[in-house]
């Protein structure tokens, strides 16, 4: 079946950095857009980063602009979401998302934890 593995979340202090993988696999990924969301405790899940299927464009929300990049990789089936200048407030759950190009289909990986303090 379709997996999604996101990895790389942890405790860092504000300021630092972790970069998150998410690891693709029974499908076609290049056929595929990829996003990461991130939820906070109380909150909406929010879209964070956006990287298109076919010329690898990119968008960001702005919370996240200057600091996160998201890139991909189409011969490891991975994307990257590379966080630099955490602040606390990036604190929450982040999930990979993959959207076909053409179609209905979308998947979700199942989360990583990514916590910001001192």
């Known amino acids: 079946q379709v997996q999604l593995v996101e990895s790389g979340g942890g405790l860092v202090q504000p300021g630092g950095s972790l970069r998150l993988s998410c690891a693709a696999s029974?499908?076609?990924?290049?056929?595929?857009?990829f996003s990461w969301y991130r939820q906070a405790p109380g909150k909406e899940r929010e879209l964070v980063a956006v990287?298109?299927?076919?010329?690898?464009?990119?968008n960001y929300a702005d919370s996240v602009k200057g600091r996160f990049t998201i890139s991909r990789d189409n011969a490891k089936n991975t994307v990257y979401l590379q966080m630099n200048d955490l602040k606390p407030e990036d604190t929450a759950v982040y999930y990979c998302?993959?959207?076909?190009?053409?179609?209905?289909?979308?998947?979700w990986g199942q989360g990583t934890q990514v916590t910001v303090s001192s």
């Open positions: 998302n993959a959207r076909a190009r053409v179609g209905p289909n979308e998947y």
């Open positions: 029974r499908f076609t990924f290049s056929r595929y857009g």
């Open positions: 990287i298109a299927s076919t010329d690898g464009s990119t």
